[in-house]
């Protein structure tokens, strides 16, 4: 029996404390309770996140009592938590944290509702301001005192006549007071005390009309069909929908969720980076309209306010449709009918920090455990999706072709090498894609120019000694940004001012090398000095709005030629944008990553996908020095089967996901020579520890071997089952007996990434 809970105090989110259970409470706590414990001379609410039977402390506070009815964490979610802890080894309590937003935790009020303060206008009107006789300034009636109140009890008036009505909460603020003197003229019948429900609307200002399910296209149907038939399953199943960009696929979750409403269930949609695709979320809002409060919306950019009111609309049950990003999928939604990954292959369902768990992976876990279907939707399948389709493990749909049979753009490859030697000079963009722009600004349509780089320049370089700016904390160039004059580091965001003269031999020529998004702004202001031209990458969009404010002239066709990194890659749909360029998608492809063509073919299906949406047809130009990589000829053709046709071959003869199941272990410090010792004796016990199911490569440095000043080194596995891999890094980790401090080391289970 569990007699010891540990706590997540308010206080302190991060740590917790080791409370005893007394035992009138045993049979009410639960992982999740919220409870009141004593700390220090107070008491504090708090958040069981753990169970146990030991402690490292002696002579353990009791909990004082249990607040709620409730759990904040429902059992199925709960499961969840703990399938995460154990498939991607990460700390339990961890995982508990992630399904709950930490301002839930941290502000466990016992009941969502709080005490509402409302003037009583009738009253209140017949109140008599009392002539100024001693201090205050006339002009400011705030400061007045009326006939018979205190100056307390006439502020809370003041404030009050303003808006007529307050939280509790917040009118102590505004009125500089404390509850007592509203208590006193609830009493005078001035004003009423109740208890309400507000929740602040993060959406409140933005006029949404309803919009009527469309009849489908015969693709879209069957679609439809195909969803629907796993949601009535007996055990439903994991749909891939793969459907080309403008097929259609929101369609048809809007109306595979309305049939979830109808069935009295709720759905959860995760979309890949919510703030970067506000039309989306536009959409669903449009769609279920007439009841707006059914929709609850997660997403980074809302206040803690907020997040905290949509969460617990969800857990009362009022809101019943989520859409978020990837932590929307531990919502509290009863009953789910339907949950919906959409673009199912970006890397960004992948938390970078642990639990490093994938949304994509945990929502079918989810979706299992809750006897609720799944739809991956994306126009470009990660393979390991893909395989599991083929396999018949997940229901396949296609959907190949555009809405209204409008067609896919033509994308055209332009080879750099070749524009070089016909002018001497490599140029940033060829002939063709400025021809081509000139024809959209003579015809009043748009352009989007894609680059996955922001920035100036990726490197300064010196021309006379070969210097090159490189970060002082790691093994990374830096970006040259010239609108601040400043070098930048992306990958730990240290900047410093960019020298006038190089610092090795005192040259004062610099040649800037691979051109950002802000130099490609720059030569673009130059080539079309009439058009107007906005950018769209992290640099210029810091501000809260900014994206949906550029998005909405951008659709008002008060920008011309928009250029951006990935941000403009996906999810945008604007019928005017006939012409789409990319510039040197190359990069990517030298990626010391596995996935490096998976990416690239990815990409430039989504940006090709950006164009021709509406009755003209579209265009793609495509500006590479690797023209030839079967990633770029492959989406050229926009050849899907062909491209994983190689690519399986490829990823099969090394073993790599989808046929292996990946871990990569990370080990770091400052001091190099520890870190390496550390992961040696790491990978001596891995040996000992794997069964001959696990190919077990040996340490190395990471492909970027310094970051923050610190070094770092990789052992990677991989094996056909995670379980073996698992298990053998537990044995090993356990066997260091002790681990030198200054070595901190992180196991990404399924990772994304290996740089
Ligand atoms: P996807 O998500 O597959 O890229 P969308 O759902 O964004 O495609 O659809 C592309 C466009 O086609 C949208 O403007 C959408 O409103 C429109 N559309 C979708 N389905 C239909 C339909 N059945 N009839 C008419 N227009 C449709
Ligand atoms: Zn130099
Ligand atoms: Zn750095």
Not at 116 to 139: F, G, I, T, W, Y
Not at 253 to 263: K, P, R
Not at 558 to 585: C, E, H, R
Request: glycine share 6%.
């Amino acid at each position: 029996m569990n007699r010891i809970a540990k706590v997540a105090v308010d206080l302190s989110l991060d740590r917790e404390f080791d409370y005893l259970i007394p035992d009138e409470l045993i049979s009410k706590i639960e992982i999740g309770s919220r409870v009141e414990v004593p700390f220090g001379k107070r008491h504090v609410n708090g958040f069981v996140v753990g169970l146990t039977d030991e402690s490292d402390f002696d002579e353990l506070k009791p909990i004082g009592k249990v607040l709620g009815e409730k759990s904040l964490i429902t059992e199925p979610v709960m499961e969840l938590a703990r399938w995460m802890s154990s498939y991607y080894l990460a700390p339990f309590e961890n995982c508990v944290r992630s399904v709950l937003p930490a301002v839930v935790r941290r502000k466990a009020h016992g009941e969502k509702q709080q005490l509402m303060v409302s003037l009583n206008v009738d009253e209140a009107s017949r109140l008599v301001l009392q002539k100024p006789e001693h201090v205050a300034p006339a002009n400011e009636a705030g400061s007045l005192v009326y006939e018979g109140l205190t100056e307390k009890q006439s502020a809370v008036i003041h404030c009050l006549e303003k808006t007529n009505s307050m939280l509790l909460s917040e009118l102590t603020v505004a009125a500089e007071t404390t509850a007592s003197p509203i208590k006193t003229l609830e009493k005078k019948g001035l004003v009423t005390l109740s208890k309400e429900s507000i929740y602040r609307n993060p959406h409140e200002g933005v006029e949404i009309l309803k919009t009527a399910p469309l009849t489908l296209m015969p693709e879209q149907a069957v679609a439809l069909k195909k969803v629907i038939e796993a949601m009535d399953a007996e055990k439903p199943e994991t749909v891939l929908l793969h459907g080309a960009t403008g097929s259609g696929k929101t369609e048809v979750y809007l109306q595979a969720i309305a049939y979830a409403l109808e069935q009295g269930k709720g759905a959860i949609v995760l979309v890949p980076e919510i703030a970067l695709t506000p039309q989306t979320v536009d959409r669903f809002r449009a769609r279920f309209a007439d009841k707006p409060e059914r929709v609850a919306v997660l997403h980074s950019s809302l206040s803690d306010g907020e997040r905290y009111d949509e969460w617990h609309r969800i857990r009362a049950g009022e809101a019943v449709i989520v859409i978020g990003a990837r932590s929307a999928l531990f919502a509290p939604v009863e009953n789910i009918g339907l949950i919906v990954v959409d673009e199912e292959h970006e890397p960004t369902y992948k938390q970078d920090e642990a639990p490093r768990y994938s949304a994509r992976d945990a929502a079918v876990m989810r979706g299992h455990r809750e006897n609720c279907a799944v739809v991956l939707g994306t126009a470009t399948p990660a393979l390991e999706s893909y395989c599991n389709a083929k396999s018949g493990k997940y229901t396949y749909v296609d959907m190949p072709s555009r809405v209204d049979n409008r067609k896919m753009p033509e994308i055209r490859v332009v080879d750099m090498r070749l524009e070089g030697q016909r002018d001497g000079k490599h140029g940033l963009f060829s002939k063709e894609l400025i021809y081509e722009i000139h024809a959209r600004l003579d015809r009043v349509e748009q352009t989007m120019i894609f680059l996955n780089r922001r920035g100036f320049s990726s490197s300064l370089v010196c021309p006379d000694c070969g210097y090159v700016s490189e970060c002082e904390h790691c093994s990374v160039k830096l970006t040259y940004h010239k609108a601040r004059n400043r070098l930048i580091c992306h990958t730990c965001g240290d900047e410093r001012a960019a020298p006038d003269r190089c610092p090795e031999c005192g040259s004062k020529e610099f040649k800037y090398s691979g051109a950002g998004t802000e130099k490609i702004e720059e030569v673009m202001a130059k080539l079309f000095p009439k058009a107007n031209i906005a950018r769209m990458d992290s640099d210029t969009m810091r501000k809260k709005n900014a994206h949906r404010e550029l998005l909405t002239k951008f659709r008002l066709g008060k920008i011309d030629i928009l250029i951006g990194t990935q941000m403009i890659a996906k999810g945008l749909d604007f019928p005017n944008v006939t012409l789409v360029g990319v510039v040197n998608p190359d990069h990517a492809l030298h990626m010391a990553d596995f996935r490096a063509g998976e990416r690239v073919f990815q990409l430039l299906t989504q940006v090709a996908g950006r164009a021709g949406r509406g009755q003209v047809e579209g265009e793609v130009i495509v500006q590479t020095y690797t023209p030839h990589h079967p990633a770029i000829q492959f989406a050229r053709r926009m050849d899907f089967d062909g491209f994983c046709d190689q690519e399986l071959a490829f990823r099969k003869e090394l073993f790599y996901p989808p046929y292996a199941h990946l871990t990569c272990i990370t080990l770091r410090g400052k001091q190099e020579s520890l870190v390496e010792k550390t992961g040696e004796s790491l990978f001596y016990y891995l040996e000992q520890a794997v069964s001959d199911e696990v190919m077990l490569s040996p340490l190395v440095p990471a492909p970027i071997s310094r970051v923050r000043g610190e070094y770092r080194y990789q052992i990677l596995m991989r094996a056909k089952k995670t379980g073996v891999m698992t298990h053998a890094v537990r044995r090993a980790v356990a066997a260091i007996k002790k681990w030198p401090k200054g070595v901190k080391c992180t196991i990404d289970v399924d990772a994304m990434s290996l740089l």
